[in-house]
């Protein structure tokens, strides 16, 4: 099934990887959910090389793709690239829908902390209707393997959130840094949205800015997990643009993670 979704509802949807378990004894396949949906809570996607760009898992600077069968769900269930901290990348193909009225589109960019594409909208003389906006996904998750030793880094993605600790085995009393990248280069003061889901259930979102250097931290508490969010709105180019009628295109980066309660 392809993710694909109503115009009425897909503006606000997030994309992110979920891990069955987040730590794993190291004999373990790694098994993961692709996700859409909002507040933590959302529709699995089955595994569809279609639909996606990049499917892999990075153990430092060793990667190996994800090898899945057609319909495969969970969508990843493969052995780690190794003992340590892994990291599971996913990237999607790029997708388009259409906000049948400014007003919905507004709705999307007041969100998303992008306010400021409703001048450059108008400047532009972009319609008030039909508006097409192509999005695509750039998601990581962080999964412990036997001792969970490693760290996050930059693995070249378009946009990417890249941990500055090690959520499993870091002293992280004083929250959980993380660096927000655009074509690998920080993104200084823009919104990190939190999604924390505690062990009943329960979520709670928050709102968070990076400082100078494209960091924010973010606070955690033990025994919950975590998912982060954060979206590049731009002017639709090349092909998008020339193929699709495009006007906007949204990159969206998400990060999911785990802090153990001992």
Do not use: C
């Amino acid at each position: 099934m392809p993710l694909a979704f109503s115009t009425t509802v897909a503006f606000g949807h997030e994309f992110w990887i979920d891990p069955l378990d987040f730590t794993l004894e190291g004999s373990e396949n790694i098994e993961a959910e692709l996700r859409v949906g909002q507040e933590f809570s959302g529709a699995t996607y089955s595994y569809l090389p279609a639909n996606f760009k990049l499917f892999e898992i990075a153990r430092g600077a060793e990667r190996v793709p994800v090898l899945g069968r057609m319909g495969d769900r969970p969508a990843l269930n493969q052995a780690p690239a190794g003992e340590g901290l892994n990291v599971v990348l996913h990237v999607t193909k790029d997708y388009d829908l259409v906000y049948s009225e400014l007003s919905k589109f507004e709705t999307f960019v007041r969100h998303k902390d992008a306010a400021w594409t409703l001048d450059e909208h108008a400047a532009a003389g972009f319609p008030d209707t039909d508006i097409v906006e192509i999005y695509t996904r750039f998601a990581k998750s962080l999964v412990a393997v036997g001792n969970g030793e490693g760290e996050d880094r930059e693995y070249g993605l378009l946009t990417e959130i890249v941990a500055q600790a090690n959520p499993y085995t870091d002293d992280l009393s004083g929250g959980f840094p993380v660096r927000v990248l655009y074509e690998g280069k920080p993104r200084a003061d823009v919104q990190v949205e939190l999604f924390a889901k505690a062990p009943d259930g329960t979520v709670g979102v928050t709102l968070h800015r990076t400082d100078a250097d494209g960091v924010a931290t973010l606070p955690v508490e033990k025994g919950v997990t975590y998912l982060a969010d954060a979206v590049v709105l731009r002017r639709a180019s090349g092909s998008n643009r020339a193929l699709k009628g495009a006007h906007w295109e949204s990159l969206w980066a998400s990060l999911t993670f785990a802090v153990p309660d001992e």
